[in-house]
């Protein structure tokens, strides 16, 4: 968990909570509970937003507080196609120091993702895990890729399912075609595969099986920060809540990825995403709905 | 109906038959008989071209040979992610003198697409007519916007439908988000808007509602040229052979429209638009509905 600075075409904030782990757990807690998370950050990280999340059913034990340093800070700018974006401040902080471990609590846990970070702690959280999961998620990014591939390979054996966006599956097959990189990934270890495109949807891909969800079209994009994240805990949590791992229920658990996206890009930082009711997610299902499904006779 | 010389990563075709009206006219004769044609074409158009299209029920009484002229003939290159190119030549040719004379055979067309074309012409063919129909398509592009829009914003209070891409729709409206852009352009004539995204698919609105089909995920896309076009004739014609313009047609129109531009941009020019069988259609039908369509219950 972090602190971002964000300047959009809409507008900026200087200090906002951000981080993976706590748009997911977020997104996530809206369907199973309880969300264990495992994260790292300093003293300045605000006592409020633990309680935010608790109260959300977020369990905190592999939080690791670091009493004399600061929460890792982000900052960035996003251009007006709200798709690409400029890293102004990266300031690691205590992420520098970070060796997650995994609380006994947390041993036997079903469905786990392995948040954007280090192989090397990807694939430690992997050895410390005494049961197999029913699903392990991997996130990661192309500066894995540059500067740690071998072990990102490592990793992409032991895993389920990838997801990355679009440009970090061609640079990691070197094919411009997402159907062609697909199969490549498909054959360094997971089985399956979702390619993030931000505004323009995502793609799940598992064997032969190919299924599109669109992002939901909003008259305003405000902050991106935290869409992905959000995305991959709706979608882990989804699965979590219904238990299963069929083609079915995770075409169902991408919609549920999008819904959760389409709220977290509204305001800034995590506003929308902490104020979300049920009533809101189901009125969102229902747009999704009426905004792909057609009738199939013609 | 025109030449084209198109260059892609994935090889070149020096002289290829193109053209909207050639494009729209083989993807709608899929759906329904007689296609008729309106057009200009000079003394080098090949006839066996122009006996194939008679051949799939497309009339052509309204093509315009010139004697001593060249057809219209555009040249370009693609870069690496097919949505956008370079213009190498543009020699109008025939198209300079083009006036569109609506034969009297026509009269009476219900459904009637308005290919990419000066916007004082297409207001002369709206003229022209002598019944209503029930659906007028109109397409256009940034060039009108920028040399003729007094006469586009003429044009777009008279059809029922635009059809542009997404830059287009943003540089009609000075609106970045296609939402607002889709708001702005319904105040300006058409109830229906279709905005193209290439490769991210297509947007459907109508009032308050919105749909949204995605492009068929490829392997290779080895030319896009006249997938546009494809779509349109795949998309009129598909509502032409319903007789409907009902909202969940136009969903379906949308689809089928998809699916003959997934056809299009298999080969170069309209090598592969001419040779689908009925089979080949139904079949990518199917992979679509498959693409797209998820359980409703959560």
């Known amino acids: 968990m972090a602190f971002d600075a964000i300047e959009t075409p809409f507008g900026k904030a200087n200090k906002t909570v951000g981080g993976s782990a706590?748009?997911?757990?977020?997104?996530?807690?809206?369907?199973?509970?309880?969300?264990?998370?495992?994260?790292?950050?300093?003293?300045?990280?605000?006592?409020?937003?633990?309680?935010?999340?608790?109260?959300?059913?977020v369990q905190l034990d592999g939080v690791v507080t670091v009493k004399n340093k600061k929460s890792f800070f982000w900052k960035g700018r996003y251009?007006?196609?709200?798709?690409?974006?400029?890293?102004?401040?990266?300031?690691?902080?205590?992420?520098a120091d970070f060796d997650p471990r995994v609380p006994e609590k947390y041993q036997g846990s079903e469905?786990?993702?392995?948040?954007?970070?280090?192989?090397?702690?990807?694939?430690?959280?992997?050895?410390?895990?005494?049961?197999?999961?029913?699903?392990?998620?991997?996130?990661?990014?192309?500066?894995?890729?540059?500067?740690?591939?071998a072990d990102l390979k490592q990793v992409l054996k032991r895993v389920d399912l990838l997801m990355v966006n679009d440009a970090e599956a061609r640079e990691l097959t070197n094919h411009y075609s997402l159907v062609k990189a697909a199969k490549k990934i498909m054959e360094m270890g997971p089985k399956y595969l979702i390619i993030k495109k931000g505004e323009h949807g995502a793609l799940l891909f598992?064997?032969?099986?190919?299924?599109?969800?669109?992002?939901?079209?909003?008259?305003?994009?405000?902050?991106?920060?935290?869409?992905?994240?959000?995305?991959?805990?709706?979608?882990?949590?989804?699965?979590?809540?219904?238990?299963?791992?069929?083609?079915?229920?995770?075409?169902?658990?991408?919609?549920?990825?999008?819904?959760?996206?389409?709220?977290?890009?509204?305001?800034?930082?995590?506003?929308?995403?902490?104020?979300?009711?049920?009533?809101?997610?189901?009125?969102?299902?229902?747009q999704f709905k009426a905004l792909t499904n057609f009738e199939t006779t013609f």
Request: charge should be positive; charged fraction near 20%.
């Open 206 to 286: 598992y064997k032969g099986k190919v299924f599109f969800a669109p992002a939901f079209p909003l008259e305003d994009v405000f902050d991106p920060t935290g869409a992905g994240d959000t995305f991959a805990g709706g979608f882990i949590g989804y699965l979590a809540k219904v238990n299963s791992i069929s083609f079915e229920n995770m075409k169902k658990a991408i919609i549920m990825g999008s819904v959760m996206a389409s709220f977290c890009v509204e305001k800034f930082g995590n506003a929308r995403i902490k104020e979300l009711t049920k009533a809101d997610v189901n009125k969102r299902i229902k």
């Open 79 to 95: 251009h007006e196609d709200m798709n690409s974006r400029d890293t102004l401040v990266t300031d690691l902080n205590v992420l």
């Open 22 to 57: 706590m748009y997911a757990a977020y997104a996530a807690s809206y369907f199973v509970k309880p969300v264990q998370q495992i994260s790292i950050i300093g003293y300045d990280f605000p006592q409020e937003e633990l309680n935010s999340l608790t109260a959300r059913g």
């Open 111 to 149: 469905f786990v993702m392995l948040g954007n970070l280090m192989p090397k702690l990807q694939l430690s959280v992997l050895d410390q895990l005494k049961k197999k999961p029913k699903l392990v998620v991997l996130d990661t990014m192309n500066f894995w890729m540059d500067t740690a591939m």
